[in-house]
């Protein structure tokens, strides 16, 4: 069993767009690929967890989230970041435009099912992980999953949360709090070694 950073993508891997429908609409801040060398040096999986709440707007397809995607890891391994690991994003919404999204899903953080369905598919141990994201529904998504969770402060950690299916659970808080990506790194891969 793998240990593994979960990221959210808007605000933790990429600049956070309001709707981001394309490819060239990805940023990646300078941080960001010497955070992921760091986070993949120390043994962790590096996967991609995120809601994509335009595909259920009807905005994009899930190929086109998928081809977003791509764009963002070619810019990352350009920049000199390793691959990630996995992408897992959840295209649905509970007032979903098309009918076929609007559901009350287990994929949507604040619930853990993207973190689940990524410890069965690359064998990773929850316990010993961490989830890294820049809104509370990340963190609880993460601390339900089982993980250590940092909460990084990009801006939209102070936006009111995004709209869920049950109510948000608000004794959980953030294991830390800091900076941005590369923080959490420097955080995580530190209480690592004190783990040893």
Not at 10 to 29: A, K, S, W, Y
Not at 50 to 69: I, T, W
Request: hydrophobic content about 45%.
């Amino acid at each position: 069993m793998s240990r593994a950073v979960f990221l959210d993508r808007d605000g933790v891997l990429i600049e956070d767009v309001h709707l981001l429908t394309r490819p060239d609409q990805v940023v990646v801040p300078p941080g960001v690929p010497g955070a992921l060398r760091a986070l993949a040096a120390a043994g962790l999986k590096l996967v991609l967890v995120s809601n994509q709440p335009v595909v259920a707007r009807g905005l994009v397809s899930e190929q086109e989230v998928c081809a977003v995607h791509r764009h963002l890891e070619a810019l990352l391994q350009s920049a000199g970041a390793p691959a990630l690991d996995g992408i897992y994003f959840c295209p649905h919404h509970p007032n979903a435009t098309l009918p076929a999204y609007r559901l009350a899903c287990d994929c949507r953080k604040p619930r853990p099912g993207l973190f689940l369905r990524a410890a069965t598919e690359l064998q990773l141990d929850l316990g010993t992980s961490f989830a890294v994201g820049d809104r509370i529904t990340d963190i609880i998504a993460g601390a339900r999953a089982g993980c250590r969770t940092v909460l990084v402060q990009t801006g939209m950690h102070q936006e009111k949360p995004i709209e869920a299916s049950e109510p948000l659970d608000t004794t959980i808080q953030p294991d830390h709090t800091c900076a941005d990506l590369a923080a959490a790194a420097e955080w995580i891969v530190g209480e690592m070694k004190n783990q040893q």
